[in-house]
């Protein structure tokens, strides 16, 4: 039984494989360095805060306790996530941030981006 079962995982394993044996190419994307310099304006931030710095949220969902803000400009997307801790209000513990398109974009360039659009201070 256990030699049926090894050889029935041998073939599926090698139906997955590529003809040839050569893996298809992988398209290559530009890797965007994931630091928090230039974020110390947003990292820490409450619901207050950021609408301060950015304007009014384009989107606002709440899931839970956990809170996700959306500010959308021509330059970017970015997603500021919120936790409460502790008892406190919800803060910005971690952010994304994507082209309009979807594409990566370095998040402290959108912070900066979106600082500058109207409504923004």
Do not use: H, W
Request: net charge positive; with cysteine.
């Amino acid at each position: 039984m256990k030699a049926l079962a090894a050889t029935g995982l041998a073939l599926a394993v090698t139906a997955c494989a590529a003809p040839g044996g050569i893996a298809p190419p992988v398209a290559n994307r530009a890797v965007v360095p994931y630091t928090s310099a230039g974020l110390e304006r947003v990292i820490g931030q409450d619901a207050a805060g950021l609408t301060r710095l950015f304007g009014q949220p384009d989107a606002d969902i709440r899931e839970g306790t956990a809170r996700k803000l959306q500010f959308a400009g021509p330059i970017c997307v970015l997603d500021a996530y919120l936790y409460p801790k502790s008892g406190e209000p919800p803060r910005v513990t971690y952010l994304d941030a994507r082209e309009p398109d979807g594409s990566t974009i370095d998040r402290a360039s959108c912070v900066a981006a979106l600082t500058r659009r109207d409504g923004g201070k």
